[in-house]
């Protein structure tokens, strides 16, 4: 079996690309073979890691000398979806979609959308939703129930991507500061429904809360590895000059190993007013964090539901943390996460059995 991967390969570090490299790195180890055609344009070091130039380019190399069974990709649009199906018909390959997030409205869908899945479901591409909503969404487009298998992104993490001793010395030093440390992430900069999407300003206002509180032996770290939009981070710098948090609240900008800095830290929070299935949420778990979400979706058992873009909220959920954290890590100590990658293997063959089609 022969397996091509289509999407984002770190760096850029986020949920997407980290998925890729953990499901890249498990075919490796489990013998298969397996090639990554990345579309960021960045350099990779990693052999079996093929910079695309242009999807067109790439697709009509497809047709004329492709060798994968199975393309796997992982960036979805109407055109991107419409070309796949295509390249179906034309070459007989196995088409897969996983969909790491689906924050369209079903009103939104125009004419070219809706005719994308259309298409799809007549070539029996396959989709890999990460949630049960993104596959209610899909099937409510027309696509068959079972061409749609809901997936959590989720693979563990390797030993040496939760090792804090590879962490930089300037985080390592942050939590030499304080007794009680937390942390939050985001990919990059991004707005939905004219709000912060990841919740920077959010994490800002929390700790505002917690030292005007008098809980001033408290850090934050807020990882952003792709800043992105520069004017809106210059903005949150101000603001937290403006309350006086520059001891207090440390932006990381550079790429690292995220579960690293979850285990470095005490507790993670994801204060997003949109979102999928989030590996960080499902890692800080694994390593035993307690972990407070807000409430825009359904969360993985464990997590701490806060009312989204409350502060009022997030502080009490924060504070019952902070005042019961034994207990708290105690609820968390027997939650275990399944290992997804197998999940997706099974998925391959099933596409590949002549009974699929």
Known sequence: M??????IYPPPYGG???????????????GVTCTVYENSGVFKKENNVIIMKSMSTWLIDQLLHGIEDVIHCHNYSPKSLILFSLLSILKDKKIIFTLHSFRYSLKDFDLWSKFAFWLATRVRVYFIAVSPEIKEKIVSLGVKSEYVEVIPAFIPPALDE???????ESLQNIRKKYKFLITANAFRISFYNDYDLYGID???ELM????????RDIGFIYVIPDIGDYEYFEKMKKL????DLKKYFHFHTEP???????NLCDMFIRPTNTDGDALSIREALTLKKPTITSDVCKRPEGTILFEKRSVDSLYFKTIQVIENYDEEKKRIENIKFEDNAEKILEVYKKVLDKQYL
């Open 208 to 215: 505002k809360r917690l030292v005007d509180n008098g809980y």
């Open 202 to 204: 959010l994490s800002i």
């Open 2 to 7: 022969k397996i091509a991967l289509v999407g």
């Open 162 to 168: 939760m090792d804090v001793s590879w962490l930089p």
């Open 256 to 262: 690292v190993a995220y579960p690293a800095v979850i």
């Open 16 to 30: 997407r690309s980290i998925h890729i490299k953990r499901l890249n790195k498990r075919f490796e180890k489990d």
């Open 240 to 243: 937290i000059e403006k309350y």
